[in-house]
Protein backbone atom coordinates (compact mmCIF):
# COMPACT_ATOMS: atom_id res chain seq x y z
CA UNK A 1 0.00 0.00 0.00
CA UNK A 2 2.92 2.54 1.02
CA UNK A 3 4.77 1.58 -2.17
CA UNK A 4 0.83 2.53 -4.36
CA UNK A 5 0.70 5.65 -2.59
CA UNK A 6 4.43 6.78 -3.25
CA UNK A 7 4.01 5.79 -6.93
CA UNK A 8 0.81 7.56 -7.39
CA UNK A 9 2.30 10.71 -5.40
CA UNK A 10 5.03 10.53 -8.02
CA UNK A 11 3.12 10.33 -10.86
CA UNK A 12 0.89 13.64 -9.57
CA UNK A 13 4.26 15.37 -8.83
CA UNK A 14 5.30 14.40 -12.51
CA UNK A 15 2.01 15.61 -14.09
CA UNK A 16 2.48 18.63 -12.40
CA UNK A 17 5.70 19.60 -13.24
CA UNK A 18 4.78 18.87 -16.76
CA UNK A 19 1.32 21.10 -17.03
CA UNK A 20 3.50 23.71 -15.53
CA UNK A 21 6.95 23.46 -17.83
CA UNK A 22 3.72 23.18 -20.47
CA UNK A 23 2.53 26.38 -19.43
CA UNK A 24 5.70 28.46 -18.74
CA UNK A 25 7.00 27.52 -22.42
CA UNK A 26 3.48 28.55 -23.92
CA UNK A 27 2.58 31.79 -22.35
CA UNK A 28 4.61 34.86 -21.60
CA UNK A 29 5.65 33.70 -18.07
CA UNK A 30 8.55 33.91 -15.84
CA UNK A 31 8.68 32.21 -12.63
CA UNK A 32 11.72 32.12 -10.34
CA UNK A 33 13.05 31.77 -6.69
CA UNK A 34 15.69 33.09 -5.12
CA UNK A 35 17.46 32.70 -2.05
CA UNK A 36 18.08 35.47 0.80
CA UNK A 37 20.80 36.89 -0.84
CA UNK A 38 19.15 37.56 -4.51
CA UNK A 39 21.08 34.37 -5.82
CA UNK A 40 18.47 32.38 -8.01
CA UNK A 41 17.41 29.02 -6.94
CA UNK A 42 14.75 28.28 -10.02
CA UNK A 43 14.41 30.26 -13.58
CA UNK A 44 12.05 29.23 -16.20
CA UNK A 45 9.88 30.93 -18.84
CA UNK A 46 12.28 32.58 -21.40
CA UNK A 47 9.47 32.93 -23.55
CA UNK A 48 8.64 36.06 -21.57
CA UNK A 49 11.63 37.64 -23.08
CA UNK A 50 10.49 36.98 -27.01
CA UNK A 51 9.94 40.06 -28.83
CA UNK A 52 11.16 42.53 -25.84
CA UNK A 53 15.69 41.37 -25.74
CA UNK A 54 15.20 40.89 -22.10
CA UNK A 55 17.28 38.44 -21.17
CA UNK A 56 16.54 36.55 -18.33
CA UNK A 57 19.52 35.51 -15.49
CA UNK A 58 20.37 31.94 -15.21
CA UNK A 59 20.32 29.62 -11.74
CA UNK A 60 23.22 30.47 -9.56
CA UNK A 61 23.04 34.23 -10.55
CA UNK A 62 22.18 37.17 -8.31
CA UNK A 63 19.09 38.87 -9.31
CA UNK A 64 20.40 42.14 -7.30
CA UNK A 65 23.34 42.10 -9.67
CA UNK A 66 21.80 41.13 -13.03
CA UNK A 67 18.99 43.84 -12.74
CA UNK A 68 21.59 46.46 -10.95
CA UNK A 69 20.84 48.94 -13.82
CA UNK A 70 16.95 48.89 -12.98
CA UNK A 71 16.11 50.24 -9.53
CA UNK A 72 12.78 49.51 -9.73
CA UNK A 73 13.09 45.40 -10.26
CA UNK A 74 16.29 46.16 -7.27
CA UNK A 75 13.60 47.72 -5.12
CA UNK A 76 10.47 45.21 -5.45
CA UNK A 77 12.73 42.38 -5.11
CA UNK A 78 13.95 43.81 -1.96
CA UNK A 79 10.66 44.16 -0.46
CA UNK A 80 9.80 40.24 -1.29
CA UNK A 81 13.06 39.25 0.56
CA UNK A 82 11.77 40.99 3.56
CA UNK A 83 8.72 39.32 3.49
CA UNK A 84 6.04 41.36 1.71
CA UNK A 85 3.55 39.82 -0.72
CA UNK A 86 2.26 42.22 -3.25
CA UNK A 87 1.68 42.91 -6.68
CA UNK A 88 3.28 45.24 -9.13
CA UNK A 89 3.67 46.69 -12.50
CA UNK A 90 7.47 47.12 -13.71
CA UNK A 91 8.36 48.25 -17.12
CA UNK A 92 11.33 47.10 -18.96
CA UNK A 93 13.00 47.83 -21.93
CA UNK A 94 9.43 49.03 -23.98
CA UNK A 95 7.20 46.24 -22.26
CA UNK A 96 4.94 45.96 -19.01
CA UNK A 97 5.06 43.08 -16.60
CA UNK A 98 2.39 42.47 -13.91
CA UNK A 99 5.04 40.60 -11.29
CA UNK A 100 3.25 38.37 -8.44
CA UNK A 101 6.04 38.75 -5.48
CA UNK A 102 5.53 36.09 -2.28
CA UNK A 103 8.32 35.31 0.47
CA UNK A 104 9.33 31.53 0.60
CA UNK A 105 9.39 29.97 4.19
CA UNK A 106 11.37 26.46 4.52
CA UNK A 107 9.76 23.53 7.02
CA UNK A 108 10.58 25.45 9.87
CA UNK A 109 8.26 28.76 8.73
CA UNK A 110 11.84 30.70 8.56
CA UNK A 111 12.12 33.25 5.66
CA UNK A 112 14.15 31.32 3.17
CA UNK A 113 14.24 33.40 0.12
CA UNK A 114 11.11 34.81 -2.05
CA UNK A 115 9.80 33.70 -5.40
CA UNK A 116 8.24 35.81 -8.29
CA UNK A 117 6.01 35.62 -11.54
CA UNK A 118 5.94 38.14 -14.35
CA UNK A 119 3.26 38.04 -16.95
CA UNK A 120 3.85 39.98 -19.88
CA UNK A 121 0.90 42.38 -19.95
CA UNK A 122 2.65 45.04 -22.54
CA UNK A 123 -0.34 44.09 -25.25
CA UNK A 124 -3.43 44.44 -22.75
CA UNK A 125 -2.07 47.74 -21.93
CA UNK A 126 -1.70 48.78 -25.46
CA UNK A 127 -5.06 48.13 -26.54
CA UNK A 128 -6.06 49.56 -23.13
CA UNK A 129 -4.11 52.83 -24.76
CA UNK A 130 -6.15 52.67 -27.56
CA UNK A 131 -9.25 52.27 -25.89
CA UNK A 132 -8.39 55.68 -24.01
CA UNK A 133 -7.04 57.22 -27.46
CA UNK A 134 -10.49 56.03 -28.90
CA UNK A 135 -12.69 57.75 -26.30
CA UNK A 136 -10.89 61.16 -25.99
CA UNK A 137 -8.94 61.97 -28.81
CA UNK A 138 -10.18 62.63 -32.47
CA UNK A 139 -9.38 59.90 -34.98
CA UNK A 140 -8.23 62.17 -38.05
CA UNK A 141 -6.35 65.13 -35.80
CA UNK A 142 -5.28 63.67 -32.50
CA UNK A 143 -6.64 66.32 -31.04
CA UNK A 144 -8.62 65.91 -27.57
CA UNK A 145 -12.46 65.50 -28.62
CA UNK A 146 -15.47 66.73 -27.40
CA UNK A 147 -15.59 64.36 -24.57
CA UNK A 148 -12.40 65.63 -23.01
CA UNK A 149 -12.76 69.03 -24.42
CA UNK A 150 -15.59 69.25 -22.38
CA UNK A 151 -14.11 68.03 -19.64
CA UNK A 152 -11.33 70.35 -19.79
CA UNK A 153 -13.16 72.88 -19.48
CA UNK A 154 -15.37 72.39 -16.03
CA UNK A 155 -11.84 71.66 -14.81
CA UNK A 156 -10.20 74.67 -16.03
CA UNK A 157 -13.66 77.05 -14.96
CA UNK A 158 -13.86 74.98 -11.55
CA UNK A 159 -9.88 76.23 -11.09
CA UNK A 160 -10.72 79.87 -11.98
CA UNK A 161 -13.28 80.06 -10.08
CA UNK A 162 -11.24 79.20 -6.81
CA UNK A 163 -8.23 80.91 -7.61
CA UNK A 164 -10.80 83.88 -8.90
CA UNK A 165 -8.69 84.26 -12.17
CA UNK A 166 -10.17 83.75 -16.16
CA UNK A 167 -10.74 81.36 -18.69
CA UNK A 168 -10.24 82.20 -22.68
CA UNK A 169 -12.37 80.09 -25.30
CA UNK A 170 -11.61 80.35 -28.64
CA UNK A 171 -13.87 78.86 -31.32
CA UNK A 172 -12.44 78.34 -34.65
CA UNK A 173 -14.05 77.58 -38.13
CA UNK A 174 -12.39 76.82 -41.54
CA UNK A 175 -13.99 78.40 -44.08
CA UNK A 176 -14.77 76.66 -47.80
CA UNK A 177 -13.71 73.36 -46.48
CA UNK A 178 -16.71 71.99 -48.44
CA UNK A 179 -15.41 73.49 -51.10
CA UNK A 180 -12.37 71.54 -50.78
CA UNK A 181 -14.09 68.53 -50.21
CA UNK A 182 -15.75 69.26 -53.28
CA UNK A 183 -13.41 69.75 -55.55
CA UNK A 184 -10.55 67.98 -54.17
CA UNK A 185 -11.85 65.08 -52.11
CA UNK A 186 -11.83 64.64 -48.56
CA UNK A 187 -8.54 63.50 -48.78
CA UNK A 188 -7.37 66.92 -48.92
CA UNK A 189 -10.25 68.25 -47.09
CA UNK A 190 -8.52 65.83 -44.10
CA UNK A 191 -5.27 67.20 -44.94
CA UNK A 192 -5.93 70.12 -44.61
CA UNK A 193 -7.59 69.34 -40.92
CA UNK A 194 -4.67 67.80 -39.82
CA UNK A 195 -2.49 70.23 -40.79
CA UNK A 196 -4.72 73.04 -38.99
CA UNK A 197 -4.24 70.93 -35.75
CA UNK A 198 -0.75 70.84 -36.24
CA UNK A 199 -0.26 74.79 -36.75
CA UNK A 200 -2.63 74.79 -33.74
CA UNK A 201 -0.11 72.38 -31.47
CA UNK A 202 2.78 74.53 -32.48
CA UNK A 203 1.88 78.02 -31.22
CA UNK A 204 -0.15 77.33 -28.38
CA UNK A 205 1.46 77.14 -24.74
CA UNK A 206 1.75 74.15 -22.92
CA UNK A 207 -0.91 75.44 -20.03
CA UNK A 208 -3.57 75.24 -23.03
CA UNK A 209 -5.26 72.81 -24.75
CA UNK A 210 -6.54 72.73 -28.68
CA UNK A 211 -9.05 70.06 -29.12
CA UNK A 212 -11.62 69.23 -32.25
CA UNK A 213 -15.20 69.39 -31.57
CA UNK A 214 -16.27 68.11 -34.83
CA UNK A 215 -16.61 69.14 -38.34
CA UNK A 216 -14.70 72.06 -39.38
Given amino acids: LLADLAQEKKRLVHEAETMMGTVLSCAPIALWAIAPDGR ?64 LHDAYQSRSGAIGVAIDISDRKRQEHELRQHAHYDQLTGLPNRTLIISQLEHAFGQARRQNHHVAVFFLDLDNLKGINDTMGHRAGDALLRQTADRLRQVIRDSDIAGRLGGD
Fill in 40 to 103: ITFMDGNRIGQGSGLRLPDVGENLLTAFAEHPQVVYETRRALDGEAFVTEIDLDGHSYEVHYSP
